[in-house]
C-alpha cells in the first residue's frame, strides 16, 4: 500500500484504465495528442509490476507524455498529412456534401444526415424533413446547409 491507500493490484487497474481511456479519446478527437499520454500509461503499468515508487510513476507519466507529444506530435501529423490522411471531423471532408434534413430545420436550426452521419445544422431559411441540402460551412459541430439545387452538383 501507498501513501493514498491504493493496492498494487488497484494501480494496475488504474493505469489500465487510464491508458484505455485515452486510447478512446484519441479514437474520437483524431488530433495526436491524448495517444501520447496512453503510451505513458502504458508505460507507468510497467513501471507498477516492477514495483516501482507510485511518485515515480506520476513523474514519468507527465514527462514522458509531455516529451513524446513535443517530440512527435508535429511528425506523425506531418507524415499522416502527406498520405493524404484528414481527421474525420475537418471542414474538408463534410463542405460541399449532400445529405438530407432529418428534423426539419425551423426557425434556423434543425438537424440533417450527411455521408452517414447526424449533424446539428442551420440554415437561412425553414427546411422540411427529407428535404435534400447542401453543406456550405462547418463550425465546431454544427453545420450550415442551403437546399441542394441541381447547379450545386457541377
Known sequence: MNGLGLTPTMLLW????????????????????AIWFAVSSVVSLGLQVCHVSLTVQLI??????????????????????RRGYQPLNTAETVIGKHGRVTTAIKDGTG?????????KATADQD??????????????????????????NK
Open 111 to 119: 438537424r440533417v444526415m450527411v455521408a452517414g452521419d447526424d449533424w
Open 14 to 33: 488504474i493505469w489500465a484504465g487510464l491508458a484505455a481511456l485515452f486510447l478512446v479519446i484519441e479514437l474520437f478527437t483524431t488530433q495526436l495528442v
Open 60 to 81: 514519468q507519466f507527465l514527462v514522458t507524455g509531455i516529451i513524446l507529444g513535443i517530440i512527435f506530435h508535429p511528425l506523425a501529423k506531418h507524415l499522416l498529412q
Open 127 to 152: 427546411l422540411p424533413v427529407g428535404c435534400q441540402v447542401t453543406v456550405t460551412a462547418l463550425n465546431g459541430v454544427t453545420v450550415t446547409v442551403k437546399k441542394f439545387k441541381q447547379e450545386d
